[in-house]
């Protein structure tokens, strides 16, 4: 199976979870885009009446493209799930589970989202499941006018900060808030409490990728098919 047929198949499985009736929050990358329009699918035929709140722009305005009611968190500040997709995903003993996220660049509306609803489904491939979490590089959104002072913060943590560019070669990424995000190819995050704790008391620092305790149910995706893992 490869890894596009295997986001394929954990998006189809989470619309299981989504109820007539729900708030739902919408994630952003390209397992919960896949995600969206199998939702978006099931709203057409008139099978579910949900409302949903949306992670990023990008995924506002495809959900919105495809006939789905799409509020704020003004409207529906408190939602009944959030289903989005992560860059790695481990066990962390006494937390449950731990995700990178931002990969995409949305993490702290991602991370802001998450924490409105009452649970929230982290749906992945077998790849993104780890031991221990580094390997992919942690994202720090940061305040632009910041830069010069969060960046060798970051880097006397030891953390390797380098500034995303944008994919159109026009200069840094700019995240929906505004801001810069650095990746810190950090290597192993042996303890991501202390690592998330040294990273927000960074004075500038907005959100990092690390979201600790916060995902309820992870669905992974593999060659057996999808596995409902709790934390
Ligand atoms: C976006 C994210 C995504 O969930 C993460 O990057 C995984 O993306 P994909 O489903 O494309 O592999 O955190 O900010």
């Known amino acids: 199976m490869t890894q596009d047929e295997a986001k394929r198949l954990v998006a189809k499985r989470a ?15 390209t397992t919960a885009t896949l995600f969206i329009r199998e939702l978006a699918g099931r709203v057409q035929s008139g099978g579910l009446k949900i409302r949903c709140v ?24 408190e939602l009944d799930v959030y289903i989005d997709g992560a860059d790695e995903i481990a066990r962390v003993p006494g937390l449950g589970f731990g995700l990178i996220k931002g990969g995409g660049g949305a993490l702290l509306r991602e991370k802001i989202v998450a924490s409105a609803a009452k649970s929230f489904i982290v749906v992945v491939d077998s790849t993104k499941m780890v031991e221990v979490l580094g390997k992919f590089p942690l994202p720090v959104e940061g305040i632009k006018m910041a830069l010069p002072v969060v960046q060798p913060r970051l880097a006397a943590l ?37 690592t998330a704790a040294a990273i927000r008391a960074i004075v500038g620092v907005v959100e990092h990728g690390l979201f600790l305790g916060m995902a309820t149910l992870a669905l992974v995706a593999g060659e057996n098919g999808v596995s409902e893992i709790r934390p």
């Open 15 to 29: 619309v299981e979870f989504v109820k007539d009736g729900m708030v739902v929050g919408l994630g952003t990358g």
């Open 54 to 77: 949306a992670s990023s722009d990008a995924s506002h305005e495809l959900a919105e493209s495809l006939g789905m009611s799409v509020a704020t968190l003004t409207e529906l500040p």
């Open 158 to 194: 030891g953390l390797n900060p380098t500034l995303r560019q944008a994919k159109s070669g026009d200069g840094p990424y700019i995240t929906d808030e505004g801001n810069y995000i650095l990746d810190c190819a950090c290597g192993r995050i042996d303890d991501p409490q202390k």
